[in-house]
T-cell receptor
Framework: QQQVKQSPQSLIVQKGGISIINCAYENTAFDYFPWYQQFPGKGPALLIAIRPDVSEKKEGRFTISFNKSAKQFSLHIMDSQPGDSATYFCAAAKTGANNLFFGTGTRLTVIP | KAGVTQTPRYLIKTRGQQVTLSCSPISGHRSVSWYQQTPGQGLQFLFEYFSETQRNKGNFPGRFSGRQFSNSRSEMNVSTLELGDSALYLC??????????????FGEGSRLTVL
């Protein structure tokens, strides 16, 4: 059973456009929601993370929006660049736990 | 400082064999987690070690095992390999493993192919 559902599976965006990736979870005990970025041949790297006490977190061109009542969160990449082309994974965990539940990933391609 | 180091990076085995993968965490990190990454199932948690003790285990058969040494280095072992074990095995280290500190640092993985 997939604890975190992620969509879309793939996404193609023009340079300068906005990339939006959505995730949903079921377990209300989750209270830590990170996004990881993975380039081919590399391991995932933490991009940005949010806890449910805030509805939005922004770091540079990357923003997480969080809707606790809907149990959904999303990643917005503003002014998308070809260098952003990678696979993005959302994840969820409980504070104090030591394992992340990952979404299935979104392959983002930014066209120049 | 040096990142998470995994060895070997690539290996090919045949069904029925066993394999041992190694992970050296970031200096000072005491928690090591292992994840399996496949195109079909994505990233799935295998187990986590902290101070040489397994604290948590994912939903994998007993053929998958691991251990952690006093210097925090970790190994995972897969016995009686099956074709479905072909995957990228990722090691991640963190200060204490708990999400209170948040970040997991992943290595580049060991890509296992089972023929």
């Amino acid at each position: 059973q997939q604890q975190v559902k992620q969509s879309p599976q793939s996404l193609i965006v023009q340079k300068g456009g906005i990339s939006i990736i959505n995730c949903a979870y079921e377990n209300t005990a989750f209270d830590y929601f990170p996004w990881y970025q993975q380039f081919p041949g590399k391991g995932p790297a933490l991009l940005i993370a949010i806890r449910p006490d805030v509805s939005e977190k922004k770091e540079g061109r990357f923003t997480i929006s969080f809707n606790k009542s809907a149990k959904q969160f999303s990643l917005h990449i503003m002014d998308s660049q070809p260098g952003d082309s990678a696979t993005y994974f959302c994840a969820a965990a409980k504070t104090g736990a030591n394992n992340l539940f990952f979404g299935t990933g979104t392959r983002l391609t930014v066209i120049p | 400082k040096a990142g998470v180091t995994q060895t070997p990076r690539y290996l090919i085995k045949t069904r029925g064999q066993q394999v041992t993968l190694s992970c050296s965490p970031i200096s000072g990190h005491r928690s090591v987690s292992w994840y399996q990454q496949t195109p079909g199932q994505g990233l799935q948690f295998l187990f986590e070690y902290f101070s040489e003790t397994q604290r948590n285990k994912g939903n994998f058969p007993g053929r998958f095992s691991g251990r952690q040494f006093s210097n925090s280095r970790s190994e995972m072992n897969v016995s009686t390999l099956e074709l479905g074990d072909s995957a990228l095995y990722l090691c991640a280290s963190s200060l204490d493993g708990g999400m209170s500190t948040g970040e997991l640092f992943f290595g580049e993985g060991s890509r296992l192919t089972v023929l």
